[in-house]
């Protein structure tokens, strides 16, 4: 498919901002593979107008769905009516999509996609003591999966502190242990930047990584830079780096079976 016609369908990306989303690039390519005709729309939506915006969107009748990121992944979750169980224990959504009643439909990601790019891309999370700055939506998704893929140990970080402790409080429920804590990396061999510091030149890094060497891995959700300044830093001390591309593609195959575009479709998420 090159130019839109009449016929074509439509895939959202929901955000503010958007001008760094990564979707519409991504999902053309997997369409063109596919041979699907759609497009992926991106929307800019403030808070204030997302409810609005996605009671009107849920009527449109050649949409197949919605990409949701920063910063309506937790605010979106309130306009679905049904809710996968790992985005009910998240708190947060990632996509959504019009189920047969007419409401939304929602799912959450963010975590199985980080851990099944980490664990294709680096080695298994099982024992590994993490470090996860930044709790909102998907900072909870990724604390919530690196706990059910095995870490010893999951702290989380945040700017807002009642935030922090409530993920901790989450996160410990499940069996593994977590804690809020302040953004050092000393001492934690996986460290994950999930909050939005590194997508401004001007933003100080998001984690300390003094003390932080080769034996540690370090990977941010960040999609644009495509090479944050964490990242470089982390490279330079020799650690194993994760960059946000590699989890949002392998979140790909999921997301294709969700908005029905292939039952064929490799899917890592399975």
Request: with cysteine.
């Amino acid at each position: 498919m090159t130019d839109p016609t009449g016929r074509t369908r439509l895939l959202g990306v929901v955000g503010d901002p958007v001008a760094q989303v990564r979707a519409p690039e991504l999902w053309g390519t997997v369409f063109r593979e596919l041979g699907v005709d759609a497009v992926c729309v991106p929307f800019h939506v403030r808070p204030t107008d997302l409810e609005a915006f996605l009671d009107g969107a849920r009527r449109w009748r050649n949409l197949d769905g919605l990409l949701i990121t920063v910063p309506h992944k937790a605010a979106a979750m309130r306009f679905a009516t049904e809710l996968s169980d790992r985005a009910r224990q998240v708190g947060a959504v990632n996509c959504l999509k019009v189920g047969e009643s007419g409401g939304w439909v929602a799912d959450m990601l963010d975590g199985v996609g980080f851990v099944t790019a980490f664990e294709g891309g680096i080695g298994p999370v099982g024992g590994r003591r993490a470090l996860v700055v930044g709790c909102g939506g998907a900072g909870s998704a990724i604390a919530l999966a690196l706990a059910d893929a095995g870490a010893s140990a999951v702290d989380v970080s945040d700017v807002d502190g009642a935030r922090a402790n409530e993920l901790a409080d989450r996160v410990s429920a499940t069996g593994v242990l977590s804690r809020p804590v302040a953004a050092l990396g000393r001492g934690y061999d996986l460290i994950v930047n999930a909050s939005p510091a590194g997508m401004r030149s001007t933003d100080p890094l998001p984690v300390d990584l003094d003390g932080v060497g080769g034996d540690a891995a370090v990977a941010d959700v960040i999609t644009e830079p495509a090479v944050t300044p964490l990242i470089k830093e982390a490279t330079q001390r020799g650690c194993a780096v994760q960059v946000g591309s590699q989890m949002t593609d392998a979140q790909v195959g999921g997301m294709a079976d969700f908005f029905g575009y292939t039952a064929a479709f490799a899917d890592p998420l399975r």
